[in-house]
Nanobody, 126 residues
Framework: QVRLVESGGGLVQAGDSLRLSCAGS????????MGWFRQAPGKEREFVAA????????YYADSVKGRFTISRDDDRNTAYLQMNSLNSEDTAVYYC???????????????????WGQGTQVTVSS
């Protein structure tokens, strides 16, 4: 049974940093691309970042490029999202997700990811 558990969210001030973690279990973590999405109140879930199975390829939404970094540690079965220079528009519930494939080239829509965590709240006060 695939399970993804996010942690690391919280309340921070604008300009601060946070690192989110996503621990995967129940499958061979190293074989799948991983992604992060977020959903703000009243808005649709939006793509944030993705990383392929090897960690050598990453992709970011324009809104976070240069501020967020996605990474993975396959020895720990964990994906990370380092978030720097946070602002109020980053306030959302953040979800990690496992792609259906080893690479994310097939798509970055929510439907392209087969398993999801429960989410972790990130609130940025201005």
């Amino acid at each position: 049974q695939v399970r993804l558990v996010e942690s690391g969210g919280g309340l921070v001030q604008a300009g601060d940093s946070l690192r989110l973690s996503c621990a995967g279990s129940g499958y061979m973590f190293e074989l799948f691309a991983m992604g992060w999405f977020r959903q703000a109140p009243g808005k649709e879930r939006e793509f944030v970042a993705a990383i392929n199975w090897s960690g050598r390829s990453t992709y970011y939404a324009d809104s976070v490029k240069g501020r967020f970094t996605i990474s993975r540690d396959d020895d720990r079965n964990t994906a990370y999202l380092q978030m720097n220079s946070l602002n109020s528009e980053d306030t959302a519930v953040y979800y990690c997700a496992r792609h259906w494939s080893a690479d994310y080239g097939g798509g970055l829509r929510p439907a392209d990811f087969g398993s999801w965590g429960q989410g972790t709240q990130v609130t940025v006060s201005s």
